[in-house]
């Protein structure tokens, strides 16, 4: 299936990248983009295979092992949109 970013999810990936760099180095942040497009490369081949958020109809998220994110996405018109990509230790999402 095909793989749509919002504007707000190429930010919030910019972001991490930027702060992991920053705090924890190069190869901590290949294994995190690494990580993060193997969950995003399977979301796209088994969209319906993560759990819906209650609160937000249409919305899916899941955790990517060994990393403290979550990356929420809808599925619209055949196409996985990934919506936004956010730290765990954050505090709960209040946007839509």
């Known amino acids: 299936m095909k793989v749509a970013f ?11 990248a ?7 180095g190069e190869r901590v942040t290949l294994a995190l983009e690494a990580r ?3 969950v995003i490369t399977r979301i796209a081949s088994s969209p319906e295979s ?5 609160q937000r109809p249409g919305m899916r ?9 979550k990356i ?3 599925i619209i018109d055949g196409t996985v949109r990934i919506v936004h990509v956010r730290h765990t230790a954050r505090r709960p999402w ?3």
């Open 6 to 16: 919002t504007n707000r999810a190429v930010r919030d990936l910019r972001e991490i």
């Open 18 to 24: 930027a702060y992991s760099g920053q705090q924890f």
């Open 36 to 38: 993060l497009q193997a």
């Open 50 to 54: 993560a759990p819906r958020v209650e």
């Open 61 to 69: 998220v899941v955790t990517p092992v060994r990393y403290p994110f």
């Open 72 to 74: 929420f996405y809808r």
């Open 94 to 96: 209040a946007g839509s």
